[in-house]
């Protein structure tokens, strides 16, 4: 499915918001397009109004009186109510004529020495004339000024009316376009939970994070100022042709043509926009792995001098990203503001060819107030075309952008379920397994070994032997392509990874803390555990003696990383959070390499009743921490080379009493 269906799915979603603001839209475009119309009228039927016919009257309503005589338009005279003598008001330039007479045609007309003359083609006609004073002028119009006054309330009262919709349209669109991004930014997110943690291995933090913020930024402009901006203009459009149809079908025709020069104007602007976006979007995303990197390694940057490397490094992603941003610019400026104008002077041109010079006249077939709306209407079809126009850029942006975020959703992901399994006895099995990150390239290799309910299993050997691989085995991080891992006689991969993972905690070397407190960190906001659980765990692991120097002790609060707490204090907090979920099956991933020996010793003390009821496996690089194992699994390259407990493999005097003994200050042959 295309990524312009998709957003539009997402759209739907919120389709009743997005109607309403449409139809409020409708109404707003429809009462402003209606002032066009108003403007037509005050001029042809009451500003050059004053030129159609009159007839002698008696005193009355709308009555004018001249010399001792009182004269009412014709217009103005009821069904039935008897006209007297006609007469006529010319406008010449400046002057205004009155006629005692009505005139056979009109046409060019002057003025002098009190004959008025009326010239058209080779016919000509004379007539005798009195040229007006000001005040006899204003008497003439008095009877219009209530009607003028009328239609400008009225034209001021549809702006209102129309500002009110707009404001309304406006809102809705703007509100149903955060609804359409919050919700698709929750997606997103959720996603991401859900894939395999393989594909973390192959994008980096940055990348991920700008596809979830900046990405969905740039299409809540799609729907927030692009859509609404083609709403807006299309409905306008279409508003400005009715009108333009009303008045003159034939110029209605001839704008037309506008529609297709905007259609091939657009195909033409994505092609290339298309490319430079994809561009640009890809580097704001290096650019943001590269600064996510760079922050949390600054410490190691600074330590070994390499600013002035980082500098060029990023100063060469900056400087890609800006040559096509120019590149975008200019296509921006080529096809934006100066399009229109072009467009706007070509149509204008048309329009005076169309009307000739003699349509600038009074009295002439087309009215003045004609010929105003005309040019109001086509004045007002280019904002709507200059809306579209310089909104391209955005819209291919959001489309990019979208297609960026939709290839993120199109990821491969697990399947959340609810299944639940009865708690797990912890009995782990490895039969002849053999795992691969990458085709053939195996990194365990026919891995067998069972661990019974209750027991503590430690996996050690040299960085790269394999001892992580085989714990991302068992939380099903990833599956193996060979053998089969059973955990009470059941396959792993015939179990849900959520229900599997419900019964298993770990504990990493480099600890995790989110921020908010001690507490949501221990429980991980999950309602099930109380704060009573959690003050017992962290008192099973010896926390309560170590943490008790904080103000706030459970409710201290954490920020990101735990980076105001010591590395003990880090460690312990992750061993009550896995202890706190009550596990069958215990991970400490190296937990207390890191960790000092008086806090050392206070977890030591801890671990025979952490062991208690749980299968624990156990990798750790002080073999003194797993003397008390009851397996212990050497590895080297991918394979177990030796098995047993503490002093059955130093009674063998393999490759385990050699690391021993190097890490005891003993003589090796055996380097590690």
């Not at 009326?118 to 004339?129: A, K, L, Q």
């Not at 229109?340 to 060819?353: D, G, K, P, S």
């Not at 020996?597 to 009743?609: G, L, N």
Request: hydrophobic residues 45%; glycine residues 8%; charged residues 20%.
């Amino acid at each position: 499915m295309s990524t312009g269906k998709r957003l539009v799915q997402y759209a739907l979603k919120f389709k009743m918001m997005i109607i309403f603001a449409l139809v409020m839209l409708s109404v707003s475009v429809g009462a402003e397009l209606m002032g066009p119309f108003i403007a037509k009228k005050l001029i042809d039927d009451h500003i050059i109004g004053i030129e159609s016919p009159w007839y002698e009257t008696t005193q009355g309503e709308e009555a004018v009186n001249y010399n001792g005589t009182f004269y009412k338009r014709g217009a103005y005279f009821e069904e039935g109510e008897e006209k007297g003598s006609p007469a006529r008001i010319l406008q010449i330039q400046k002057d205004f004529i009155f006629v005692p007479s009505e005139i056979e045609f009109d046409g060019k007309r002057t003025f002098a020495d009190g004959i008025l003359t009326i010239s058209n083609g080779d016919v000509t006609r004379e007539y005798s004339g009195t040229k007006l004073n000001t005040r006899e002028v204003m008497a003439f119009y008095q009877p219009e000024v209530p009607k003028i006054m009328i239609l400008i309330s009225a034209y001021f009262g549809l702006l209102v009316f129309a500002s009110f919709f707009q404001y309304g349209q406006r809102f809705y669109l703007q509100k149903a376009a955060n609804r359409i991004i919050q919700k698709m930014r929750n997606d997103v997110f959720q996603h991401i939970s859900r894939l395999p943690i393989q594909y973390f291995d192959n994008l980096p933090a940055g990348k991920v994070v700008s596809r979830i913020t900046n990405d969905t930024e740039a299409i809540r402009e799609l729907y927030v100022a692009v859509l609404a901006n083609f709403f807006t203009s299309i409905i306008y459009i279409i508003g400005v042709f009715i009108g333009l149809f009303i008045l003159d079908p034939t110029l209605a025709a001839w704008c037309l043509l506008l529609v297709p020069i905007l259609f091939i104007w657009m195909k033409l602007y994505r092609k290339y926009a298309s490319v430079y976006n994809h561009v640009i979007r890809s580097k704001v995303s290096e650019i943001n792995g590269m600064l996510n990197e760079s922050i949390q390694g600054m410490s190691i940057i600074q330590a070994f001098r390499r600013e002035k490397e980082m500098k060029q490094e990023f100063e060469a992603l900056n400087d890609e990203h800006f040559q096509y941003q120019n590149k975008l610019l200019n296509l921006n400026s080529l096809t934006g503001h100066n399009l229109t104008w072009m467009l706007r002077n070509i149509v204008f041109v048309a329009f005076i060819w169309y009307f000739g010079g003699q349509s600038l006249g009074i009295g002439t077939v087309v009215s003045l107030g004609v010929l105003y709306a005309i040019v109001d209407y086509i004045t007002r079809l280019f904002e709507p075309v200059n809306g579209i126009v310089n909104q391209l850029a955005n819209l291919e942006q959001a489309l990019v952008a979208g297609e960026r975020v939709f290839q993120l959703m199109d990821e491969e992901g697990t399947p959340v379920s609810d299944e639940e399994i009865p708690r797990l006895k912890g009995h782990v099995q490895f039969e002849q397994v053999s795992f691969a990150y990458k085709e053939e390239d195996y990194v365990l290799k026919d891995i067998d070994f069972e661990a019974k309910p209750g027991q503590t299993v430690a996996l050690v050997g040299h960085t790269g032997s394999g001892k992580s691989s085989i714990l991302n085995l068992l939380f099903r991080y990833y599956d193996s392509q060979k053998g089969a891992i059973k955990i009470d006689g059941k396959d792993v991969k015939d179990l849900p990874k959520q229900a599997l993972r419900k019964h298993m905690a770990i504990v990493l070397q480099d600890p995790f803390l989110f921020t908010g407190t001690i507490a949501s960190n221990i429980s991980m906001d999950d309602d099930k555990i109380t704060r009573k659980q959690m003050e017992m765990a962290l008192k099973a692991v010896g926390g309560d003696q170590i943490l008790k120097h904080l103000e706030k002790g459970l409710d201290e609060p954490v920020i990101e990383k735990g980076s105001t707490l010591s590395s003990g204090q880090r460690q312990l907090i992750s061993f009550a959070r896995a202890l706190a979920f009550d596990p069958a099956i215990l991970v400490l991933d190296e937990a207390t390499s890191n960790i000092d020996t008086e806090t050392e010793a206070v977890i030591q003390k801890a671990m025979d009743v952490l062991k208690k009821g749980r299968t624990t496996f156990i990798i750790a690089h002080r073999l003194s921490t797993i003397k008390n194992a009851d397996l212990i699994l050497v590895l080297d390259r991918g394979q177990i080379v030796e098995r047993g407990n503490h002093e059955q493999l130093m009674n063998n005097g393999g490759k385990y009493y050699q690391m021993y003994q190097l890490q005891k200050g003993g003589k090796s042959s055996l380097a590690v």
